[in-house]
């Protein structure tokens, strides 16, 4: 709704339309501040003997991999305007890809993990790299807005095993915390490094560089899942099914 508000206000009050948004919740949430009890949760606190560096690594490997998608969300703007949309067209199909995109984890909870993570992470980055070879090149079928549903849904659906591939094995917690931090980085490097490319290479660059930093990524994340596999096989009853 921010998307598709951000430029009608604008437009309206004549200043900058996410900027307004923001102070809005902004002050709409400061109340808050003053009602929030503080407390401490030991399962937070505690050093844990089995922390292992797993769930580190899954960090690398999610910061690495959410820069793909993170770079071809933050020049959606500039490539659909080089193809000759509206401000209010993409703002538009912004939203629609951001909304349509909770189909994307609804999909995980009906599914489960039946095929294992990685897996399944591997056919969500398949997924976005289609999209994101639509969306940069005009010629092929498909609008922009669906191009967009489609890159969203797929990644909602691999940010979802994401954040489950590192929650395995992370007995204190305090990885699991960084998560939002580790989607956050990965948006600033995705953007910067395709930044630089799109300068040199123009904005058909954008499938090259997604599956690269993918690649990257499974480098990182496909030794972390047979290793959680095989410790979780160890520990299993043989009657036990492992995802």
Request: net charge neutral; glycine share 12%.
């Amino acid at each position: 709704s921010g998307l598709w508000l951000a430029p009608r206000i604008g437009t309206a009050l004549h200043v900058n339309g996410s900027i307004a948004i923001l102070a809005v919740l902004c002050a709409a949430l400061l109340p808050l501040v003053w009602t929030a009890q503080s407390h401490t949760d030991a399962a937070f606190t505690e050093l844990s003997t089995r922390d292992s560096a797993r769930p580190w690594v899954g960090l690398v490997g999610q910061t690495l991999w959410f820069g793909g998608p993170g770079a071809v969300w933050a020049f959606a703007t500039p490539i659909a305007t080089q193809q000759g949309l509206s401000p209010a067209a993409i703002a538009d199909a912004l939203a629609l890809g951001a909304a349509c995109g909770v189909v994307g984890p609804l999909f995980c909870g009906w599914f489960g993990d039946r095929a294992g993570k990685v897996p399944l992470i591997l056919v969500s980055t398949v997924g976005m790299l289609g999209a994101t070879i639509f969306f940069v090149n005009p010629r092929l079928p498909f609008s922009i807005g669906t191009d967009l549903v489609a890159l969203n849904i797929f990644w909602n659906v691999g940010s979802v095993y994401m954040f489950a591939l590192i929650c395995v094995g992370d007995t204190s917690g305090r990885a699991s915390l960084l998560v939002p931090a580790s989607h956050a980085l990965g948006f600033a490097v995705g953007p910067m490094a395709a930044g630089f490319l799109a300068d040199r290479y123009g904005y058909a660059v954008m499938p090259s560089f997604l599956a690269g930093i993918s690649l990257i990524a499974f480098v990182v994340l496909v030794p972390l899942w047979i290793s959680s596999r095989t410790t979780a096989l160890r520990a299993a009853p043989a009657t036990e099914h492992i995802g």
